[in-house]
């Protein structure tokens, strides 16, 4: 589709989690590209610093609105918004969601802006909120990994990018300083080591710690690797118990690296292993090879056009989500009692380390009936 109007200045929409800024990073190049717009991203705290990573963006907002899980609502800030985006004069807006996702309060956002032209997806008729409603049919009539759901919505307008990899800038200086930080954690820079994530922003989406230990002792046993244990500030204490309960060539990387480092020190990696969290999409659009060891809550956010493989796993029913849209998911379209074993780790991770890594399909099998 050939876009039929211009738009010069766009607002990106994106108030979640790092991984979930990723994975709208496509359908933001495809603005990009098909308006040669300046693109601005409203996002939260905690995505902010992926929007610096991605080179389409020109501008970043930082809000972390009440309708969104964060441990700092900003009410205030959330209130003086409408006043600096009337400033801004945009002449679109465009709301990224989760099928599971009420986009409302953002196109109300939008809406009471000014801004004239407003896209998103919606399962209600939201009449003259939206100059551009596309009807939402996820899950009931089709799931799309969140990629291309983004990339679809975009469409609509016209917009398209031959390249629809996920990427983030090279930064040979942030790479000097994660190697130089991993040197003095004591890890031989010069030998080959593995990444394992086990932090997470959701405790439905964890791994067992006791099979992290497992696993991360055959890898150093069997397969003579060093083992990095990688996390945010809040998570160093996490690293640091599984770092000292696994024992020699395995280290603490917990809250060591800037989010710049950390894609550099993926970059860097032979293999990361690690739950569904943002880590995984950074290894994505770093070109690492990924295990992924993945809770069954929401099978479309699979690292986009990675190689690797998916493990899944049953979370426990205690920690079920209460939404009705991933409930019907999780209860009538995903497997159920799926284990993950260290065994069936270290079988992936050998044939991924000998080049026998695939890419990962958008929506894998093992995700979904």
């Not at 409203?42 to 020109?58: N, Q, R, W």
């Not at 031959?162 to 040979?172: G, V």
């Not at 070109?287 to 929401?298: E, H, Q």
Request: hydrophobic letters at 40%; one cysteine or more.
């Amino acid at each position: 589709m050939m876009p039929q109007l211009k738009y010069n200045n766009i607002l990106c929409i994106r108030p979640d989690n790092l991984g979930d800024l990723l994975m709208s990073s496509p359908a933001i190049r495809a603005l990009k590209e098909t308006f040669q717009a300046k693109i601005t991203v409203l996002t939260s705290s905690m995505a902010a610093g992926a929007a610096h990573l991605i080179p389409e963006i020109d501008d970043v907002m930082v809000c972390d609105f009440p309708w969104v899980k964060t441990s700092t609502p900003d009410e205030s800030g959330f209130l003086n918004l409408i006043p600096l985006l009337r400033e801004r004069n945009f002449d679109l807006a465009v709301v990224f969601t989760v099928y599971s996702q009420n986009p409302l309060p953002a196109v109300m956002l939008a809406y009471l802006s000014g801004i004239p032209a407003r896209l998103a997806y919606c399962r209600e008729n939201p009449y003259e909120l939206l100059t551009h409603w596309v009807p939402d049919e996820e899950p009931y009539t089709r799931i799309k990994h969140q990629v291309r759901r983004d990339l679809d919505l975009v469409a609509e307008l016209g917009a398209s990018s031959e390249n629809e990899l996920l990427t983030i800038r090279e930064d040979q200086y942030a790479q000097k300083e994660a190697l130089k930080k991993t040197h003095q954690a004591g890890v031989d820079t010069k030998r080959p080591w593995l990444i394992l994530h086990a932090g997470v922003s959701e405790q439905k989406r964890a791994y067992p710690h006791n099979l992290w230990i497992e696993t991360a002792k055959t890898l150093i046993n069997k397969l003579n690797y060093q083992v990095l244990f990688t996390g945010s500030a809040g998570e160093k204490a996490l690293t640091d118990q599984l770092a000292a309960e696994t024992g020699k060539s395995s280290f603490s990387l917990g809250g060591c690296f800037t989010l710049n480092e950390f894609g550099e020190l993926i970059r860097k990696s032979r293999l990361v292993i690690s739950v569904n969290t943002g880590t995984v999409h950074l290894a994505a659009a770093a070109n690492t090879p990924v295990i992924v060891l993945y809770a069954l809550t929401n099978p479309q956010h699979a690292p986009w056009k990675a190689l690797g493989q998916i493990l899944p796993f049953s979370p426990p029913a205690n920690l079920e989500s209460k939404n009705e849209i991933v409930k019907y998911v999780c209860s009538e379209l995903l497997p159920r009692n799926k284990i993950v074993s260290p065994a069936d780790i270290i079988e992936v991770t050998e044939l991924i380390l000998n080049g026998g890594a695939q890419i990962i399909k958008e929506i894998p099998d093992q995700l979904i009936l």
